[in-house]
């Protein structure tokens, strides 16, 4: 295939269509010679005569048809190729790695990908659901692109960008002796009941545990489950009672019979973030995605500003 070099081939296809060897040379502005001598070279390359040189212009051999035929099919291909590539360079298509935490992904996730991807439909997302512990892990080893977890997880040297508010809430069966805490409660109080809890390695499990401990306390866990919609319905079950981001639990509430109370521990008031390696690493696509994940006009390109390294 080194023998047939692209340029060469579109010389030699733009004389077999125009019948002329000058007319394919002012197509491309170069000399009349240069294209003699190109076409020459695919002769020798193809081992027999490409083109019959007449008076008036040039006709193709047998072997000139045959070598035409492909050569249109491969410039096609070449075409193809070079248009889809030049989505990743405008930003407009290309696939997204994106890794997120429950929360994200029940409370704020499905709309904004939605609207971002109304104006980018020839994007893919590769959506994972993950604890944030995870998450983290993904984008260190490169399995991700951009994250989205508790800024209370331990991000390192990541960088971490802002995204939303998820504040935590206490969330009970109706009829719950703290269903009456119409004004909140502490979560103190809460450790006087079985909860139902997130697996270890979720960084919400990890938040409470360390705020048990500094009560001098531990969270009796009766039962514990992968996902907030389980948590949910354990605790509709009346298998105990859950701390999970409020947001993320209000759409199970009525369905399953639960009341969700403010939880007033200053700690409560959490956000969630955007975790990446180097904005500027990153493809547009994903640039994009995060302006849009940040509230910028989806034209925009994403912008590194704003971000912090973890703690």
Known sequence: MSRFDLVSLRLFLSAVESGAIVRAAELH???PSAVSKRIADLEHAAGAPLLYRRQRGVEATSAGRALARHARSLLGLVERMEGELSAFTTGTGG???????S????????????AFLRHYPD???????????????AIRDG????????????????????YKSDRLGVIVPKGHPLAEAGSGVAFAATLDYDHVGLPSGSSLRALLWTKAAALEQVIGVRAEVASLDAVCRMVGAGLGIAVLPAGAAAPYLEVAGLAAIDLTDDWAAGNLTIAVREVEALPLVAR????????????????AA??????
Do not use: M, W, Y
């Not at 696939?95 to 935490?101: D, F, G, I």
């Not at 992904?105 to 904004?112: H, S």
């Open 29 to 31: 502005g170069i000399a």
């Open 143 to 162: 399995l991700a692109d951009v994250g989205i977890c508790s800024d209370s997880a331990d991000a390192g040297e990541l960088l971490l960008l802002p």
């Open 288 to 303: 994009n995605l995060i302006a849009h994940l940040q509230g910028h006009p989806i034209e925009e390109t994403a912008r």
């Open 103 to 114: 929360s994200a992904v029940t409370q704020f996730l499905p709309a904004d990908l939605a």
């Open 95 to 101: 696939l997204v790695r994106l890794s997120a935490n």
């Open 306 to 311: 704003g971000g912090r390294k973890g703690p």
């Open 123 to 137: 994007v893919r997302i590769d959506l994972r659901e993950e604890t944030s512990e995870i998450i983290l892990a």
